[in-house]
C-alpha cells in the first residue's frame, strides 16, 4: 500500500533531518511578477539560483540559510525587457550580481 510509505512533513524540528542541505537547482525556480500599466502582468524567473541549508534540529536557531539569486539571468521571454531589467534603472545586475 503506498499511503503507508508516504509521510506528511513534519514542522516539529527535532523530527527533522540534521545536515548540510544543498538546493535541487534542476527542480527549483523564482518566479516573479508586476503590473505593467495597471492592464497585465510581466511574468518573469531568474535562471540562476542556488541556495544552502545547514541544520541541527538540536539547535534549529543555529541553523543557517544562504540563498543567492543570479540578477543577469532574470528572464521574461522579452530579450529586449530582459536587458532593461539587467540595467541601472532596475536591478543594475552588472554592480548587484
Known sequence: MLAACVSAPSIDP???PAG????????????WRVR??????Y???????DARLSFD????????LTAVIDAASVSTGDP??????RGGAWFDAELHP
Do not use: K, Q
Request: hydrophobic share 40%.
Open 14 to 16: 527535532e523530527r527533522l
Open 20 to 31: 548540510a542541505w544543498a538546493l535541487d537547482t534542476e527542480h527549483a525556480s523564482v518566479n
Open 36 to 41: 505593467h500599466l495597471g492592464l497585465s502582468w
Open 43 to 49: 511574468t518573469a524567473r531568474f535562471d540562476g539560483l
Open 57 to 64: 534540529p538540536a539547535s534549529p536557531g543555529a541553523s543557517e
Open 80 to 85: 529586449d525587457f530582459d536587458e532593461t531589467l
